[in-house]
């Protein structure tokens, strides 16, 4: 599943009080924990009711579908990145692309461990549609901060670096939702080479290292 790939059909009740919006964060809080325990295909409507404590019709008000709540997980999670991304360029001023790299994957990587129901949720594809408008987001967001660390770069080449460095957590949560947890810190160690090569090559190239 795409990072990129973080839509579905909206929620069909719509929460306007304080009450109805916390009785949706803590359905969504549930339904992330039965998603964690039994995965994705396995977990149902009515073990997320039964766990949040809620009627089944009262779960269905919010979401029509799993796929719906599977929707509206990956959008939670993404956003979430996405914050947590935004202080990249503060936080790896004056390193080099391995210290860059690390520090991409390594706030993905502090999402998934806080909340397990990350990588089976990322890579739902079925009936879960694309959000242009987050993939544009994304895409911009690494962009900025390419074109921060090399001003010479230009737009069409940064948005290109920052497809491909989405590409390759992508390919991280491909890799990491087909293996326990125990055997994810060598395919997390490897995907910090690749994207730290690459870095190396596209934004800091001869000229354009930061200062030692």
Same mark, same amino acid.
């Given at each position: ?132 408008? $987050?993939?544009?987001?994304? %895409? !911009? ?5 390419? &074109? @921060?660390?090399?001003?010479? #770069?230009?737009? +069409? ?17 491909? $890799?990491?939702?087909?293996? %326990? !947890? ?5 395919? &997390? @160690?490897?995907?910090?080479? #690749?994207?730290? +090569? ?15």
């Amino acid at each position: 599943m795409s990072v990129s790939s973080l839509s579905t059909r909206p929620a069909r009740r719509v929460p306007v009080q304080n009450r109805a919006e916390r009785r949706l964060e803590s359905l969504l809080e549930h339904a992330a924990a039965v998603i964690a325990r039994v995965g994705y295909e396995a977990a149902t409507m009515t073990e997320i009711a039964s766990r949040a404590k809620a009627s089944i019709g009262s779960v269905y008000q919010y979401f029509p579908n799993k796929e719906a709540i599977a929707g509206a997980l990956r959008r939670k999670f993404a956003a979430d990145l996405a914050d947590r991304w935004n202080s990249l360029e503060a936080d790896t001023r004056d390193t080099g692309s391995e210290a860059l790299a690390s520090a991409i994957i390594d706030k993905f990587v502090a999402l998934a461990n806080e909340h397990p129901a990350v990588f089976p949720i990322m890579n739902v594809t079925q009936a879960v549609n694309h959000d242009p408008a $987050l993939k544009k987001r994304l %895409r !911009a967001q690494f962009s900025s901060l390419f &074109v @921060a660390r090399n001003p010479r #770069l230009s737009k +069409a080449d940064a948005d290109q670096v920052a497809a491909v460095t989405l590409l390759t957590i992508k390919s991280l949560i491909i $890799l990491c939702g087909e293996v %326990r !947890a125990k055997d994810r810190p060598p395919v &997390v @160690a490897e995907h910090k080479v #690749l994207l730290a +090569a690459y870095l190396e090559r596209r934004i800091f190239p001869a000229g354009a290292r930061p200062s030692p």
